[in-house]
């Protein structure tokens, strides 16, 4: 199983849970797809994106379950990240939880 991550915002968590499918942030909707993050691009991600925000998630995503709809392409600093050109189904998410850091300030995985 392939994984990645998508961080969200405590109302985007509650929408994916409570639908069972997230669209996409605005960020996501304004480009077309979703982003995601494989596991050593988390916490860049984070730091860069959603710095100051309180209340995040991390959902760890099998992308082996999107199948076609997953296209890694370069992003910042011309590294391959996951984009998802397709909803976020919930049975695709794997684990997720309160985002959390180590001590070291690397995000803690679900």
Excluded: C, N
């Excluded at 100051?52 to 997953?70: C, E, K, Y």
């Excluded at 890694?72 to 050109?85: A, C, K, N, T, V």
């Amino acid at each position: 199983m392939s994984v990645a991550y998508k961080v969200l915002t405590a109302e985007q968590m509650d929408v994916l849970l409570r639908k069972g499918v997230f669209t996409g942030a605005p960020i996501d909707l304004a480009d077309g797809y979703i982003h995601l993050s494989a596991a050593e691009q988390v916490t860049e991600t984070v730091d860069k994106h959603f710095a100051g925000q309180t209340r995040l998630f991390v959902a760890a995503v099998d992308l082996s379950a999107l199948g076609d709809a997953v296209k890694w392409e370069p992003s910042r600093g011309g590294q391959l990240f996951p984009h998802i050109y397709a909803p976020l189904p919930l049975s695709a998410v794997t684990a997720h939880g309160p985002l959390a850091r180590a001590t070291d300030g690397a995000v803690l995985l679900p």
